[in-house]
């Protein structure tokens, strides 16, 4: 299976900073044929399930605030939070859907 | 939009079968990825299952002896089955949508947390 690794575990930013995350796959999650990287993000507050950010590594979901941002591709990805808002604060994970066996990241806490 | 509920039994005894059902209201079920997923307390996100269609599944290895996915599109529910559960079975379950062709997860239920515990 695909191991999808984040860094750093748990970081602090103050509030108007940016947040930057980072997700490394174990292999290539880019598609040639259609040039997808199959990533996404999500972020998950406490007692709330998980909610899509990011999918095809770069896409925002409906309604995300355009300070979220994925960039990436192949094996290395980025999720940044632009001007940190304090309801921001959350765990945030990674998913590669490449494989038909969909693995997460262990997870970033970002706090204030 | 659509909705997704989970729903079973919060406490399952050691060896014992876990049988969750999620509803899926807003929207028919045919078609898409419909996965569970869980989340061990205070831990990461694990991909149990999907179902797509009725007939195509695809399984956790790690889970794949003691997990049955199945799909009643005539409810709009699916279901899990995990047999033979451990006190490493406690999670919170969460059912997912994926999309028609890719399996990222939007939206989700709210989750249920099951206990095994004697």
């Known amino acids: 299976d695909i191991v999808m690794t984040q860094s750093p575990d748990s970081l602090a930013v103050s509030l108007g900073e940016r947040a930057t995350i980072n997700c490394k796959s174990s292999?290539?999650?880019?598609?040639?044929?259609?040039?997808?990287?199959?990533l996404a993000w999500y972020q998950q507050k406490p007692g709330q399930p998980p909610k899509v950010l990011i999918y095809?590594?770069?896409t925002r979901g409906s309604g995300v605030p355009d300070r979220f941002s994925g960039s990436g591709s192949g094996t290395d990805f980025t999720l940044t939070i632009s001007n940190l808002q304090a309801e921001d604060v959350a765990v945030y994970y990674c998913?590669?859907?490449?494989?038909?066996?969909?693995?997460f990241g262990q997870g970033t806490k970002v706090e204030i | 939009q659509v909705k997704l509920q989970e729903s079973g039994p919060g406490l399952v005894k050691p060896s014992e079968t876990l049988s969750l059902t999620c509803t899926v209201s807003?929207?028919?079920?045919?078609?898409?990825?419909w996965s569970w997923i869980r989340q061990s307390p205070g831990k990461g996100l694990e991909w149990i299952a999907w179902?797509?269609?009725?007939?195509?599944?695809n399984y956790n290895p790690s889970l794949r002896s003691r997990v049955t996915i199945s799909i009643d599109a005539s409810k709009n529910q699916f279901y899990l089955r995990l047999t033979s559960v451990t006190a490493a079975d406690t999670a919170i379950y969460y059912c997912?949508?994926?999309?028609?062709?890719?399996?990222?997860?939007?939206?989700w239920g709210l989750g249920t947390l099951v206990t095994v515990s004697s």
């Open positions: 997912a949508k994926g999309g028609a062709s890719s399996i990222w997860f939007d939206p």
């Open positions: 807003g929207g028919s079920i045919g078609n898409s990825y």
């Open positions: 179902i797509q269609n009725s007939d195509s599944t």
């Open positions: 292999q290539n999650i880019l598609y040639t044929p259609n040039n997808n990287n199959y």
């Open positions: 095809w590594a770069s």
């Open positions: 998913q590669q859907y490449y494989s038909t066996r969909p693995t």
